[in-house]
C-alpha cells in the first residue's frame, strides 16, 4: 500500500510560480512510475506530466503539450518526494492537482493505470 500527500498549492497571480511536492510512503517508491494529475471544475481528470526511474538508463520525463517548456516534474528517490514547479503560470493552468503513482515502472497518460492517488492540492491563478 502506498499514501501519497501533495502539498504546495496556492493562489498566485498569473506569470507566477509555485512547487508541488508529493510525499510517498512504501519502501518500493523509486519502482514507481509517478505522475501529476489536474482536474478544473466541470472537466474531466486531465494528464500533466509523469517521470519513471529505469536503473538502465536513469530518469524518463513526458508533458502534456499544454505544460511543455513551463513545467518540471523531477523525483528525489531518497526522501520519497515527487515534485512538479510549475512557472509561467496561466488562468487556465487552474485546478486541483493529484498525484499518482503506478505499481510499474512504466509512465503512461492514461490515469487508469496509476493505482495510488493523492487527495489533490488546489492551485489557482488570478489574471
Known amino acids: 500500500q502506498v499514501q501519497l500527500v501533495e502539498s504546495g498549492g496556492g493562489l498566485v497571480q498569473a506569470g507566477g510560480s509555485l512547487r508541488l511536492s508529493c510525499a510517498a510512503s512504501?519502501?518500493?517508491?523509486?519502482?514507481?512510475?509517478m505522475a501529476w494529475f489536474r482536474q478544473a471544475p466541470g472537466k474531466e481528470r486531465e494528464f500533466v506530466a509523469f517521470v519513471a526511474t529505469f536503473s538502465w538508463s536513469g530518469t524518463s520525463t513526458y508533458y502534456a503539450d499544454s505544460v511543455k517548456d513551463r513545467f518540471t516534474i523531477s523525483r528525489d528517490n531518497a526522501k520519497n518526494t515527487v515534485y512538479l514547479q510549475m512557472n509561467s503560470l496561466k488562468p487556465e493552468d487552474t485546478a486541483v492537482y493529484y498525484c499518482?503513482?503506478?505499481?510499474?515502472?512504466?509512465?503512461?497518460?492514461?490515469?487508469?493505470?496509476?493505482?495510488?492517488w493523492g487527495q489533490g492540492t488546489q492551485v489557482t491563478v488570478s489574471s
Open positions: 499518482a503513482a503506478a505499481s510499474t515502472n512504466a509512465g503512461t497518460m492514461n490515469p487508469n493505470r496509476y493505482t495510488y
Open positions: 512504501g519502501r518500493t517508491f523509486s519502482s514507481y512510475a
